[in-house]
């Protein structure tokens, strides 16, 4: 009988596990849109999102040694519950200024998910950190 019941908890842990996976597989073979009917938003605007990245930006002590100024350009994928995931940097400056944008991204809240024929859809969304020394 506990050898019966213990598979039979095994089974239904199992599919569950299986199941999750195929959510998660799925998820992303979902296509990715560059251009919506409605774009993804951070919350409270792009303004919010600018201050955003003023406070949690820091500037990496190596670049700042060295002086290194740029823009790095950073794609990432709004997924249809908002969240953030595939952040890629676009247009390099420097190893560790490239490292933190990818940090900062990866951490910010999530988003209002991008809509087509008003379900949601994961939206591909490219943005520029600035670095700048003062």
Avoid: H
Avoid at 45 to 57: K, P, R, S
């Amino acid at each position: 009988m506990k050898k019966l019941l213990l598979m039979s908890l095994m089974a239904v842990f199992c599919l569950s596990t299986v199941s999750a996976q195929k959510t998660v597989v799925s998820k992303k073979n979902q296509k990715v849109f560059d251009v919506v009917e409605q774009m993804p938003e951070f919350p409270g605007g792009i303004a919010a999102m600018l201050e955003y990245l003023m406070q949690n930006v820091k500037y990496p002590e190596d670049a700042e040694k060295q002086k290194v100024e740029g823009r790095v350009i950073a794609n990432f994928v709004v997924e249809t519950d908002g969240s953030i995931s595939d952040v890629k940097v676009f247009k390099q400056v420097f190893p560790s200024l490239d490292a933190e944008a990818i940090r900062v991204l990866e951490a910010m809240p999530k988003w209002t998910p991008g809509k087509q024929n008003g379900k949601p859809v994961r939206v591909k969304y490219t943005v520029p950190v600035n670095f700048k020394l003062q």
